[in-house]
C-alpha cells in the first residue's frame, strides 16, 4: 500500500506542473483490503488555444514579430515629430522673408549680385545674430522689402563673414550700404528702431525708377581690392589699370614749376553710429 501512495503522489506531481487548466479528468484508485476508496485528480490540459489580446475591437496576436512591428512603428513615429519640430524652427533673421530678400554666402556673390542688378537699387543689410538692434529692426525690413518689391535686399551674417565685413569697413551693426546702377554706393549709415527714419528717407530718395548711364559699377575699386588682397576669403580680381595723368601745361607755362594735383576728399557718405542693445 506504501508503494502504491507513494507512486500515485509522484503521478500527482508531476500533473501538478502544468500552468494552464482547461479541463481535467478524474482518476480513481482503489485500496484493496482496507475497504477504502479514494479519488486522486490528474490534471489534464485540454484543447489550449494561442494567446490573444484585444485592443481596440480588434485581436492582435502578441507574438515576437508583432511586438517588434509595433516597436518598429512607435520609433518611426517619435522619429518623425522630432524631425517635423526641429525642421520648424527658424532663426529670426529667417523669418518674414520676402521673395526680394536673400542672404549672401560668399564675397564673390555679392560682388555678382550687386554687378548683375542694372539699374535696380540694392540694399546690403549687415547684421549679427546675436545683435540686439539687428533683431528688434528686422521685422521693419521686411515690411520696407515687402512694400519695394522692385528693391533687392542682400543680408550679411557679419558673424559667418567677418573677415569680409573687415575689408568692407563695416564696424557697427545694423549697418546699410546702397547701392545702385552706374553710381555705384550711393549712401551707407547705421540705424536702429529710434533712427529709422533715416531708412525710410534713403528709400524714397534713391528707390524711384531711373535710367544710369554706363555699366553698373557695384563694389567701389578700393572695396574689390581689399577683398582681393584679404586671403582668409576665395576671391580673386584684377585692379584696373590706372591711366597716366596728362600734364597740364600751357605754351605759357614754365616748365620748372610742378603741376599742382587735384585734392583728394573721402566724401562717401559713411555715418557710423552705434547700434542700440
Known amino acids: 500500500m506504501a508503494e502504491v501512495i507513494s507512486k500515485t503522489s509522484l503521478f500527482i506531481g508531476a500533473c501538478g506542473n502544468h500552468h494552464r487548466v482547461d479541463d481535467f479528468s478524474v482518476s480513481p484508485f482503489s485500496f ?6 479514494k479519488s486522486f485528480s490528474c490534471l489534464k490540459v485540454k484543447n489550449q488555444k494561442p494567446l490573444r489580446s484585444v485592443f481596440h475591437g480588434k485581436q492582435i496576436g502578441l507574438g515576437e514579430g508583432a511586438q517588434t512591428e509595433s516597436f518598429k512603428r512607435s520609433s518611426s513615429s517619435i522619429t518623425a515629430q522630432t524631425t517635423l519640430r526641429i525642421g520648424t524652427a ?5 523669418k518674414g522673408l520676402k521673395e526680394n530678400m536673400r542672404e549672401i554666402s560668399s564675397a564673390q556673390e555679392l560682388v555678382d549680385s550687386l554687378t548683375n542688378a542694372g539699374d535696380k537699387l540694392v540694399v546690403v543689410d549687415f547684421f549679427s545674430p546675436g545683435c540686439g538692434g539687428c533683431k528688434a529692426l528686422h521685422p521693419k525690413i521686411c515690411q520696407f522689402a515687402e512694400m519695394n518689391p522692385d528693391v533687392q535686399f542682400l543680408q550679411v551674417n557679419y558673424e559667418e563673414h567677418k573677415s569680409m565685413c573687415y575689408s568692407l569697413g563695416v564696424h557697427v551693426l545694423p549697418f546699410f550700404r546702397f547701392y545702385r546702377g ?4 550711393v549712401c551707407s549709415f547705421s540705424c536702429t528702431n529710434a533712427t529709422i527714419k533715416k531708412f525710410r528717407d534713403a528709400l524714397a530718395k534713391h528707390g524711384p525708377d531711373r535710367c544710369s548711364l554706363g555699366p553698373t559699377k557695384g563694389l567701389e575699386e578700393k572695396e ?7 586671403k582668409e ?5 584684377t585692379p584696373k589699370p590706372v591711366p597716366a595723368e596728362k600734364e597740364a601745361a600751357t605754351p605759357h607755362s614754365n616748365p620748372s614749376l610742378p603741376v599742382p594735383l587735384p585734392s583728394m576728399s573721402n566724401n562717401d557718405g559713411k555715418t557710423l553710429v552705434s547700434a542700440g542693445r
Open 32 to 37: 484493496g483490503g482496507f475497504g477504502l476508496k
Open 90 to 94: 527658424q532663426k529670426w533673421w529667417e
Open 182 to 185: 552706374s553710381q555705384g554706393r
Open 224 to 230: 574689390l581690392v581689399a577683398l582681393a588682397a584679404n
Open 233 to 237: 576669403l576665395n576671391f580673386t580680381y
